[in-house]
Each structure stands twice: as C-alpha cells, then as structure tokens.
C-alpha cells in the first residue's frame, strides 16, 4: 500500500483520485470567493483547455468568477459532494460486485441513497419499500418517514461527512 494520508484514503486506494481532485477543487474556492480578488484575475487570464473533438477551448477566468456570483461557496461545495459522492459509487459499486455482503451492509445502503440523493438534486427520495434494508452509517439512520424530501448535503451531510463516509466505504471494500 502506498502512503495513507491523516484522513484515511491511501494513495493506491479506489477513491483517491476523485478524493484528491474535490480537495483541491474546494481548496481552490477561497480564492475565488475572496472579495478582494486576491487571484488578480482580469481579462487577460485564461483556462484553456484542451479536448479530442474541440481542439481547444479558451475559458475567462474573470468572467466565470464574476458569472458566478451568485453561487455561494457553500453550495459550490455541496454540489462538488454531490459529484464525488456520484462517481466514488460507481467505482464502489464495481468493486464490490463480486462480494454480496458488501453490497448489502446498512453503510453501503446508506451511501446508495446519499448517491441518489447526490444524483436528484440533492434531496433524498424513497420508492416505494425503500430503503431497502437497513440505512444507517455512524449515528445516522435513514428512513422514508424522517428524510424524504430532505436535502442531503447542507442539511443532513456537510463536506467532512463526504470523506469520512467514503473513507468507511474504502475500509469495508479494501478488508473484504
């Protein structure tokens, strides 16, 4: 295994490159949402990015900053758990097909309705019998009753509950 770092996502794990690119997209947000512009950023400063079907694309980094004003930092990082929590299932999912009890313990449970709360705007939606079997991981506990309709990150889950959630999921896929 590779160097685990102090929050518990090692670096050959199935999560860490999703981890580490919301770490450095959230870090990155302060600067962006500094009053003072600390970034300097102007209309001379560019992203360009590069693709296969369009060769290049030129992004202004000014205007982004200034088009997305209104987007508080708060819900940038929300809707960036939502976009790890997403991808960090499929790639669980994956992983643990071949291992049932996996796939059926209250924690993976939970992390199903959390992607799919993630993947409908952030609110939590039963169907019908659902959860399927117990939900819960550490103190919580989800049942149709009490959460739906409830947001999932902002109101029941923050930032730190993402990686702490993930990093439960990465043990229980990493021991089995």
Known sequence: MDSESSFGFSTDGPFFPMVATF??????????YDPDNPLRLSAMNAAWYRGKIEPELLVDLEQIRQLTQHLAADRAVQELCGMLIISAHAVAVDSARLNRAVLETREFEFFRHVRNASAHGNRFAFNS???????????????????????CFGSLLNA???????????RLLMRE
């Open 23 to 32: 770490l450095l997209s959230t870090v990155g947000l302060g600067p962006v």
């Open 129 to 151: 019998g659902e959860p399927k079997r117990s939900a819960g991981w550490r103190t919580l506990t989800l049942d149709a009753k009490t959460h739906a309709g409830t947001r």
């Open 160 to 170: 730190a509950d993402a990686l702490s959630l993930l990093s439960d999921i990465q």
